[in-house]
C-alpha cells in the first residue's frame, strides 16, 4: 500500500509540473467565404483514422485491438446512416493497395496534424500565432497534391475524420481523485475528434469541426452515433433540422383506446 500511494503522489508531482493555464477554445472553423450549396458537390468520405485504447496510471496511451475493432464497425455504421443527410453527393473512398494505399495513410497523418495545430494555435485564443488573430482568417490546407489520391479524381472535396479515445485505467481514476485532493485537475481519459472538409482544387481545409473532449463511447453504437453527430454538427450545406413544434405535438388529438 505504502509502495502504491507513493507511485500515486510521483504521478501527482508530474502532473502538477505539466499543468498549464486553460484557454477558452473554440470548436468550428470556416474559410471565410466559403459557401456549401446543397446539392452541388461530390465528397468522398475518407476511412476514418480510429485509435482506442487505455490510459495508463502516467497517462500513456495503452493500445487495445479489441475496442479498436469495434469503434470502427460502430462508427462506420453512424457514418453510413448520416451520409444521406449531409446535403450533398457523399461517397465511401475506395481503398487502393500498394504504393498508393500508403500514400493515403500519409495523408491521413498529415490531417490529423493540421487539426492538431489548428486547434492549438488558432482555436485556443491565448495560443494564436500572430498570422491568425483575425476572426476573418482560416488559412490551413493538406497542400494542392491531395487532388492526386488514387479515386479522388471526380470528386470536389474529400471529407478527413480522427478520432482517439484514451479511457481512464482504474490507477489513472485513483490519481484523478489524488489530485482533486491537492486541488489538481487531472483528467482520467481522453476523447479527441476532428472532422474536416478538404477542397481537392486547392487543397485547402474549408471546413474543421474539433474537439478535444468529445461525448460517446464508441464501442457501443450509441455512444458511436453520438460521435458521429458531434463530429458533423455544423456541416457545410447540411439541412437545417426542422425543430419538433411543441404546439403541434400538444394539440394533437389523443389515440382512442381499443375496446
Not at 477558452?24 to 458537390?41: D, S
Not at 450545406?237 to 394539440?251: C, D, L, N, Q, R
Request: proline share 5%; hydrophobic share 45%; charged share 20%.
Amino acid at each position: 500500500m505504502i509502495a502504491f500511494c507513493r507511485a500515486m503522489l510521483v504521478a501527482l508531482m508530474a502532473v502538477i509540473a505539466a499543468t498549464a493555464p486553460a484557454h477558452a477554445q473554440e470548436k468550428t472553423g470556416i474559410k471565410p467565404g466559403f459557401v456549401l450549396q446543397p446539392g452541388t458537390a461530390r465528397i468522398v468520405l475518407m476511412r476514418p483514422s480510429i485509435r482506442v485504447g487505455a490510459q495508463s496510471t502516467g497517462g500513456m496511451y495503452e493500445p487495445n485491438a479489441d475496442w479498436t475493432d469495434q469503434a470502427k464497425e460502430n462508427i462506420g455504421a453512424a457514418l453510413a446512416k448520416a451520409q444521406a443527410g449531409l446535403g450533398n453527393s457523399v461517397v465511401g473512398y475506395v481503398e487502393p493497395v500498394g504504393a498508393s494505399s500508403a500514400k493515403v495513410a500519409e495523408y491521413q497523418e498529415l490531417f490529423g496534424a493540421v487539426a492538431s495545430s489548428v486547434i492549438e494555435y488558432q482555436f485556443f485564443k491565448g495560443n494564436r500565432l500572430p498570422t491568425k488573430k483575425r476572426k476573418d482568417q482560416f488559412e490551413w490546407g493538406l497542400g494542392p497534391d491531395v487532388r492526386t489520391l488514387h479515386g479522388l479524381e471526380m470528386a470536389d472535396y474529400a471529407l478527413f475524420i480522427t478520432t482517439e479515445d484514451h479511457f481512464g485505467s482504474t490507477g489513472r481514476k485513483v490519481l484523478q481523485v489524488f489530485a482533486a485532493m491537492a486541488r489538481v485537475g487531472v483528467t482520467a481519459g481522453v476523447h479527441k475528434g476532428f472532422a474536416g472538409l478538404v477542397d481537392l482544387r486547392t487543397g485547402e481545409l474549408v471546413w474543421l469541426n474539433a474537439d478535444m473532449q468529445m461525448g460517446g463511447d464508441v464501442r457501443d453504437a450509441e455512444g458511436a452515433d453520438k460521435r458521429v453527430r458531434q463530429l458533423l454538427e455544423g456541416f457545410p450545406g447540411k439541412p437545417v433540422e426542422a425543430p419538433v413544434s411543441i404546439t403541434a405535438v400538444a394539440a394533437a388529438p389523443p389515440i382512442a383506446s381499443a375496446h
